[in-house]
C-alpha cells in the first residue's frame, strides 16, 4: 500500500477535512499519516482579518512544507486559499463540495439583535446592508470558540459557514440558525470545498490525487477562483465568488467592494463569464 504524508492546521475543523482526504484516499489503497502545521493566522488569532493580511494567512507555511518534501500533500479549506499559489503548487484534487451557504446564528433567548460578529470583510459589509441598525464586531477563533463567545453575551448573533458546522456536527439546539442566500450574501471564494495541494512536479502524487478529484466541486473552483484572480481579490477586502454548476450550465455570483453581480452561461464559457464579471465589479470601484 503506498502511503503518503497530509499536512494541514491543527484546528478540529482542518482535523475534520484531513480525515475526509484520508478516507477518501484510503478507499483507493493509499495510506496517509498527517502533520500539521502552524500558521501566521493560527499565531495570531486576535488580529483583524483586513489589517494583519490576507494572503495566503492560513496557507504559506503548509505550502511550504509540502514543497520541502516534508509532506506530499496539504489538505485546506479552499477559501483559504489565495488566487495565486506558492510556486511550484498546484490543487491536485477537490473533495465533493459542502453546503456553500453563509448562516446567521443567535441565541435563542436573544430578542433583539444589536451586536454582530464576523471577521470577515466580506460578511461585515453584507451584514451593514441586511441589519443597518446592527453594530459588526470583529471576532476570531474557531467554530466553538465563537460559539462559546456568543452563549457568553459578547455577541447577539455571529455568521458562520454551513459547511464547517455541518462537518463538526455542531449541535445548534441552542440556537436559531437563518440560512443566508447568495443574493443576500455572496459566498466566499471555494467555501464549502475541501482543496488538496500538491507539487506541480510530484508526478505520482498528481496521479493518485486524480483518483478522488469531484468534477463538479473543481468545476465550482476553477470559476471562483477565475473571478477572484481576475478582480485581484482576498480575505482583506469584501468581495465573494460563488458557482453553481448544473452539467455545463453555469450561474456566477460576484461580490467586490460594495458591488454585486449575478451572471448565467456555460461553464465551458466560464473565462468570458468572469471577465465580464470582473469588469462589471471592477467598474467605477
Given at each position: 500500500?503506498?502511503?503518503?504524508?497530509?499536512?494541514?492546521?491543527?484546528?478540529?475543523?482542518?482535523?475534520?477535512?484531513?480525515?475526509?482526504?484520508?478516507?477518501?484516499?484510503?478507499?483507493?489503497?493509499?495510506?496517509?499519516?498527517?502533520?500539521?502545521?502552524k500558521t501566521r493566522g493560527d499565531i495570531?488569532?486576535?488580529?483583524?482579518?483586513?489589517?494583519?493580511?490576507?494572503?495566503?494567512?492560513?496557507?504559506?507555511?503548509?505550502?511550504?512544507?509540502?514543497?520541502?518534501?516534508?509532506?506530499?500533500?496539504?489538505?485546506?479549506?479552499?477559501?483559504?486559499?489565495?488566487?495565486?499559489?506558492?510556486d511550484n503548487m498546484m490543487i491536485g484534487?477537490?473533495?465533493?463540495?459542502?453546503?456553500?451557504?453563509?448562516?446567521?446564528?443567535?441565541?435563542?433567548?436573544?430578542?433583539?439583535?444589536?451586536?454582530?460578529?464576523?471577521?470577515?470583510?466580506?460578511r461585515a459589509f453584507s451584514i451593514k446592508?441586511?441589519?443597518?441598525?446592527?453594530?459588526?464586531?470583529?471576532?476570531?477563533?474557531?467554530?466553538?470558540?465563537?460559539?462559546?463567545?456568543?452563549?457568553?453575551?459578547?455577541?447577539?448573533?455571529?455568521?458562520?459557514?454551513?459547511?464547517?458546522?455541518?462537518?463538526?456536527?455542531?449541535?445548534?439546539?441552542?440556537?436559531?440558525?437563518?440560512?443566508?442566500?447568495?443574493?443576500?450574501?455572496?459566498?466566499?471564494?471555494?467555501?464549502?470545498?475541501?482543496?488538496?495541494?500538491?507539487?506541480?512536479?510530484?508526478?505520482?502524487?498528481?496521479?493518485?490525487?486524480?483518483?478522488?478529484?469531484?468534477?463538479?466541486?473543481?468545476?465550482?473552483?476553477?470559476?471562483?477562483?477565475?473571478?477572484?484572480?481576475?478582480?485581484?481579490?482576498?480575505?482583506?477586502?469584501?468581495?465573494?465568488?460563488?458557482?453553481?454548476?448544473?452539467?455545463?450550465?453555469?450561474?456566477?455570483?460576484?461580490?467586490?467592494?460594495?458591488?454585486?453581480?449575478?451572471?448565467?452561461?456555460?461553464?465551458?464559457?466560464?473565462?468570458?463569464?468572469?471577465?465580464?464579471?470582473?469588469?462589471?465589479?471592477?467598474?467605477?470601484?
Amino acid at each position: 500500500m503506498k502511503k503518503i504524508i497530509l499536512a494541514s492546521r491543527g484546528s478540529r475543523l482542518s482535523r475534520t477535512q484531513t480525515d475526509l482526504a484520508a478516507a477518501a484516499l484510503s478507499e483507493k489503497g493509499i495510506e496517509c499519516s498527517r502533520l500539521i502545521v502552524k500558521t501566521r493566522g493560527d499565531i495570531d488569532r486576535n488580529g483583524d482579518l483586513s489589517k494583519i493580511g490576507g494572503d495566503g494567512l492560513f496557507v504559506r507555511e503548509i505550502e511550504r512544507v509540502v514543497l520541502s518534501k516534508d509532506a506530499d500533500a496539504a489538505v485546506h479549506s479552499a477559501k483559504d486559499l489565495p488566487y495565486s499559489l506558492m510556486d511550484n503548487m498546484m490543487i491536485g484534487a477537490t473533495l465533493p463540495a459542502a453546503d456553500s451557504s453563509d448562516c446567521l446564528v443567535m441565541r435563542k433567548d436573544c430578542k433583539d439583535i444589536k451586536i454582530i460578529g464576523t471577521g470577515s470583510a466580506r460578511r461585515a459589509f453584507s451584514i451593514k446592508r441586511l441589519y443597518p441598525l446592527c453594530t459588526v464586531k470583529n471576532i476570531r477563533g474557531n467554530v466553538e470558540t465563537r460559539l462559546g463567545k456568543l452563549l457568553s453575551g459578547e455577541y447577539d448573533a455571529i455568521v458562520l459557514a454551513a459547511a464547517g458546522m455541518e462537518r463538526l456536527g455542531i449541535d445548534l439546539r441552542d440556537f436559531y440558525v437563518r440560512k443566508f442566500s447568495p443574493d443576500e450574501m455572496v459566498p466566499s471564494c471555494g467555501q464549502g470545498i475541501i482543496a488538496i495541494e500538491c507539487r506541480a512536479d510530484d508526478y505520482e502524487i498528481i496521479e493518485i490525487l486524480k483518483t478522488i478529484d469531484s468534477e463538479n466541486a473543481r468545476k465550482r473552483l476553477t470559476s471562483e477562483r477565475c473571478l477572484f484572480r481576475m478582480i485581484g481579490a482576498d480575505c482583506s477586502v469584501a468581495a465573494g465568488a460563488h458557482a453553481e454548476i448544473d452539467g455545463d450550465d453555469l450561474t456566477l455570483y460576484g461580490m467586490f467592494e460594495g458591488k454585486t453581480v449575478c451572471l448565467h452561461g456555460k461553464f465551458s464559457d466560464y473565462e468570458d463569464i468572469c471577465a465580464d464579471a470582473a469588469g462589471r465589479l471592477r467598474l467605477n470601484s
